[in-house]
């Protein structure tokens, strides 16, 4: 039996991977749009942390570029275990639980999804870390 850890391992380097197949067919525009994905990748638990989930997840729903929007919606199905969520699933759950806990397990969940989109990001997509603060 995989722990969760495994799991979102898994999940997310398959995700991962593919964007970097897909970007690399593409070129310049192809490694910009993975650049500005694993940025986001590292910028995305600060932002959490310092306004929230809800909040976050609002942020880069309204202001964020499509390669953001991507990076939620791959969330959102390695946090749901569901192919077919999306970011507008994530959002509505952080923003409609009642539960304080539930809240907190939510977000959770996500921070620990993010570590392997950050390890990955910096491993597969060749993004640095660094340079995600810009």
């Given amino acids: 039996m995989q722990t969760r850890d495994q799991k979102y391992g898994a999940a ?12 690399d067919t593409k070129g310049k525009e192809g490694k910009a749009y993975t650049d500005s994905y694993g940025s986001m990748a590292h910028k995305l638990p600060v932002l959490i942390r310092s306004a929230g989930l809800a909040q976050a997840l609002a942020f880069v729903e309204a202001r ?11 969330l959102a199905r390695v946090v749901f275990s569901d192919e077919s969520s999306n970011r507008s699933a994530l959002s509505q759950q952080s923003r409609t639980t ?16 993010l570590v392997w989109y950050k390890r ?15």
């Avoid at 964020?64 to 791959?74: A, C, I, T, Y």
């Avoid at 597969?124 to 810009?134: M, Y």
């Fill in 120 to 134: 990955f990001a910096q491993s597969v997509l060749d993004v640095d870390a660094s340079a995600a603060s810009t």
């Fill in 12 to 23: 997310i380097f398959k995700q991962v991977s593919n964007l970097k197949k897909e970007a």
């Fill in 98 to 113: 009642t539960q304080l806990s539930e809240y907190m397990r939510l977000t959770h969940e996500v921070m620990a999804a």
């Fill in 64 to 74: 964020g570029k499509d390669e953001h929007k991507d990076l939620l919606d791959h």
